[in-house]
């Protein structure tokens, strides 16, 4: 049955991409998952959504070929939501594809969530989002939050982090990485890492020194992706702060000490490097 019939016209939603400021893979789990410790801090830059109330659920996508269908986590979060809630009727959904994929910047998990978020505003009811986030996926949960967040466990595990407003520039070489694959990697190496200073970490960010952070999975990436390692490369190049690889790769950033000097880093690094995408960020 229905729980409401829906008034509210079509809506646009951000989607924001994050980077990992620090990645630390502490262990394997006997579930076969691994024991995460990172700090995950959404962008101003990520994928759109239009979503509006309908008779049948649909899903639309542009700027990518991906499914519309339940191949697609928007579709899944959607249908998991209308079926949760109990509600009869729909909704008419356009993902505009912005970030690129398999990147390590959260866009499929922040789809999910932004999704989540908007249908419990068309259709408000008693329905646990965080549960419904965490059957999606494990990043999922960190997006409905809204702000910066150390994670652990396999990321569910959210304490929220004030960050300092922080500029940014995030280069994807291209190179699409499966998390599977990052991951087995570095259970064949057994490079497992400790645990992230996070404090030390925040109270780096507003400096000029290097910030304290790792990516437990950098090395094992970037050793078999090429295009990872000059990522890494011409953003230091640029003038910019602690390269890092966010995730699972393939994207990389480093910090810029203005928005000014992000743009500008962003425009010489994509006038190098056309077949790049290169965008200049701001932490949220």
Not at 21 to 46: F, I, K, N
Not at 236 to 244: D, T, V
Request: glycine share 8%; hydrophobic share 45%; charged share 15%.
């Amino acid at each position: 049955m229905s729980l409401r019939t829906p008034t509210l016209s079509r809506k646009t939603y951000l989607a924001p991409a994050k980077v990992n400021l620090g990645l630390s893979v502490r262990d394997l789990r006997a579930d076969g998952y691994h024991e995460l410790h990172t700090l995950m801090v959404p962008l101003s830059v990520g994928d759109e959504l239009e979503i509006g109330p309908a008779a049948t659920l649909t899903l639309e996508v542009s700027g990518s070929d991906l499914p519309a269908d339940e191949r697609n986590l928007v579709y899944r979060a959607a249908r998991a939501y209308l079926d949760a809630a109990g509600v009869g009727e729909g909704a008419c959904i356009t993902l505009h594809k912005r970030l690129p994929l398999a990147s390590g910047l959260g866009g499929g998990s922040s789809d999910a969530a932004t999704t989540l978020m908007a249908l419990a505003r068309l259709y408000p009811s008693q329905v646990s989002l965080p549960e419904l986030a965490l059957s999606l996926g494990a990043d999922v949960p960190f997006f409905l939050l809204g702000q910066a967040a150390a994670a652990e466990g396999v990321g569910e595990l959210l304490v929220p982090v004030p960050v300092p407003r922080t500029a940014l520039v995030l280069v994807n070489p291209g190179v699409e990485v499966s998390a599977r694959d990052a991951y087995a990697w570095l259970d064949d190496e057994e490079a497992f890492t400790p645990a992230l200073d996070v404090g030390a970490i925040l109270a780096a960010l507003g400096g000029e020194r290097a910030v304290p952070y790792h990516n437990a999975l950098q090395d094992c990436v970037s050793a078999r992706h090429a295009p990872i390692r000059e990522a890494l490369a011409a953003l230091g190049a640029a003038g910019l702060r602690s390269p890092l690889m966010s995730g699972s790769g393939s994207t990389c950033f480093a910090l810029a000490a203005s928005d000014g000097q992000a743009y500008d880093a962003a425009r010489a690094i994509a006038a190098a490097h056309p077949e790049w995408w290169v965008q200049p960020a701001q932490t949220l």
